[in-house]
């Protein structure tokens, strides 16, 4: 999740300062013109010069990617270290001018880089992205390799494996979880719900393109209020992953305007305590998964304790079995598995 302070960083030259009632509230913004298209021919190298200068004016987070990165993608690229170096010398064409301009001036609005160029790419996966679907970030990648490694070591779980086995993902968003999962595991089965139609729309979309449609169901289901559908839908599922909205009510003041502007916020908003959605996940878990079945959940660095103690105490049949930490050091990962209670076992052996 990125978590980035307002207004950090920002210099005035060749700004204004407006408020802005609404959506906004209190919060300060910065409105400037957008530069003119040059009236002769311009370089590649000149115009991402030119648009890193304006972006930070005004204020734009990460100036440089951002118009590197648009400029990439204008030349074919997936990054600017992939392009020849003399492409960056040569002159763009009027088109490639103006859709520059074009994508840039997107970009000067605050929209994150992944919504102007409707794409992006997590782990080995291109996906197309629009807003106001959630975007993917670096730590749903580790969530990803964390459920591979752990289900390639489960016995009859892993890669080789003939039998069928299902996944159920709840929040789906771009399909980015769901999708990496499917690719690396051919016998998988997933269940995909979101509470947003359009993240439901956007996944099947991302599975048409990457031929993985056959194996994926994607609902439009919220699991708080369509609990009883997602318990009759899923059943004897042997593993349940979740980037699921983990911030507290309060700290999404706090946010970008990348991120408050243009992300759906219920895919962000966790309650006052971060945990309405995770709560709501833990307590169907039982019912839907198969025995020793797993919950792997991507959470605020805060949650780990809090969430141990609250199944401890709530969920008879799920134990926590560990917190993992993300590539920054940060507990981040949550892992629980369903244990059947000695009742329930007695009754089997009957």
């Known amino acids: 999740m990125w978590r980035m302070s307002l207004c950090a960083g920002y210099r005035s030259v060749g700004c204004r300062i407006v408020g802005i009632k609404g959506l906004w509230g209190s919060r300060v913004v910065r409105t400037c013109s957008t530069p003119a298209i040059p009236a002769g021919r311009i370089t590649a190298l000149q115009a991402v010069d030119l648009w890193t200068n304006h972006f930070v004016e005004r204020g734009v987070m990460e100036p440089d990617h951002s118009s590197l990165h648009i400029l990439a993608y204008l030349l074919g690229a997936k990054t600017i270290n992939s392009l020849e170096r003399g492409k960056l010398s040569e002159f763009l064409s009027p088109e490639k001018t103006e859709q520059m301009w074009r994508l840039c001036s997107r970009r000067l609005s605050r929209m994150p880089v992944q919504y102007v160029i409707e794409e992006w790419d997590f782990r080995d996966l291109t996906l197309k992205m629009r807003p106001p679907v959630f975007i993917p970030r670096p730590e749903t990648e580790e969530l990803v390799e964390l459920v591979l490694t ?33 690719k690396s595991l051919p016998q998988l089965k997933v269940i995909a719900l979101d509470q947003s139609q359009d993240a439901v729309d956007l996944t099947g979309e991302n599975a048409l393109r990457l031929g993985l449609q056959d194996r994926l169901q994607v609902y ?6 369509d609990a009883e559908t997602v318990l009759s839908l899923c059943r004897h599922v042997s593993t349940l992953v979740s980037n699921p909205p983990y911030l507290f009510s309060e700290d ?16 962000l908003d966790g309650g006052i305590d971060g945990l309405k959605v995770i709560k709501q996940i833990l307590t169907l878990a039982p019912q839907i998964l198969s025995n020793h079945g797993r919950v792997y959940l991507e959470v605020d660095p805060r949650h780990p304790p809090l969430i141990r103690r609250w199944v401890e105490a709530n969920v008879e049949e799920m134990r926590y079995v560990e917190t993992r930490h993300d590539v920054s050091g940060r507990p981040r990962f949550c892992i629980l598995r369903k244990e059947k209670s000695n009742k329930d076992h007695k009754l089997d052996l009957d």
């Open 220 to 225: 439009h289901l919220d699991v708080i209020k």
């Open 252 to 267: 999404m003041d706090t946010l970008e305007p990348e991120i408050f502007r243009f992300e759906d916020h219920a895919a």
């Open 150 to 182: 752990d289900v390639d070591m489960r016995p009859g779980t892993g890669a080789g494996v003939d039998a069928p086995h299902t996944c159920l993902e709840v929040g789906c968003g771009s399909g980015a979880i769901a999708l990496s999962l499917l």
